[in-house]
């Protein structure tokens, strides 16, 4: 059975710093996505991502891919605060015959001033 | 154009009772998800419906879930003797599989579901 498992599952950050929310996953798989949920909101797609050593950026966020490992990361650089709200990886069970997602917990972000 | 739409936004009913939710894809896509999200975890798979026919029920808790797309568009979800623990947001992702070489799925606002 497919795990995937982000870290940390709560982060708080100031302004204008960085930091990296990881994911993990358990089995092989060429294909992950990033979203982003705000409270009370359904999900946001962000990156797909499709290959192994893929790298997507838009605005001050930053995601990565590497199968080999099986982790991604998303950066996020000089945080601002609209871009508190949570993140979630998902990965495509595509290589196991399935067109399905499975998510892991999600990453809250709160940035403050 | 038109995002993947669901009604009603929220739904309360009782112990026991049954409960239909719906959901209009984006026009176009042959794919269509259904994702149960309990608070403070992340959506769950519960069935994919490729056209008309679900292609993958694994992810349905029980004989009580039950979903239909007859005419390959808007689905129905549905839920018999609901029990206070089907109480989350209910969300509906659609994608076009078939033309792409990846399946980024588009989501709905959701339907939140509260059983008393």
């Known amino acids: 059975e497919l795990k995937v498992e982000q870290n940390p599952l709560f982060l708080s950050m100031q302004e204008g710093k960085n930091y990296t929310i990881y994911c993990n996953y358990s089995?092989?798989?060429?294909?992950l996505y990033w979203y982003r949920q705000d409270p009370g909101k359904s999900l946001e797609s962000l990156f797909v991502?499709?290959?192994?050593?893929a790298v997507k950026q838009e605005g001050r966020l930053m995601a990565s891919l590497d199968t080999k490992a099986r982790l991604s990361t998303l950066h996020i650089t000089a945080a601002v605060h609209d871009l508190s709200a949570t993140y979630f990886c998902?990965?495509?069970?595509?290589?196991?015959?399935?067109?399905?997602?499975?998510f892991g917990k999600g990453t809250k972000l709160t940035v403050n001033p | 154009g038109a995002g993947v739409s669901q009604t009603p936004s929220n739904k309360v009913t009782e112990k026991g009772k049954y409960v239909e939710l719906r959901c209009d894809p984006i026009?176009?896509?042959?794919?269509l998800y259904w994702y149960r999200q309990s608070l403070g975890q992340g959506p769950e798979f519960l069935i994919y419906?490729?056209?008309?026919?679900?292609?993958?029920d694994s992810g349905l808790p029980n004989d009580r879930f039950f979903a239909v797309r007859p005419e390959g568009s808007v689905s129905t979800l549905k839920i018999q003797r609901t029990e206070r623990g089907d109480s989350a947001v209910y969300l509906c992702?659609?994608?076009?599989?078939?033309?792409?070489?990846?399946?980024?799925?588009?989501f709905g606002p959701g339907t939140r579901l509260t059983v008393l």
């Open positions: 419906f490729q056209g008309t026919g679900a292609a993958d």
């Open positions: 992702a659609s994608s076009s599989i078939g033309w792409s070489s990846y399946n980024e799925q588009f």
């Open positions: 998902a990965v495509d069970m595509a290589q196991g015959g399935s067109e399905k997602l499975v």
């Open positions: 991502l499709l290959s192994n050593g």
């Open positions: 026009s176009g896509h042959t794919a």
């Open positions: 089995t092989t798989s060429d294909r």
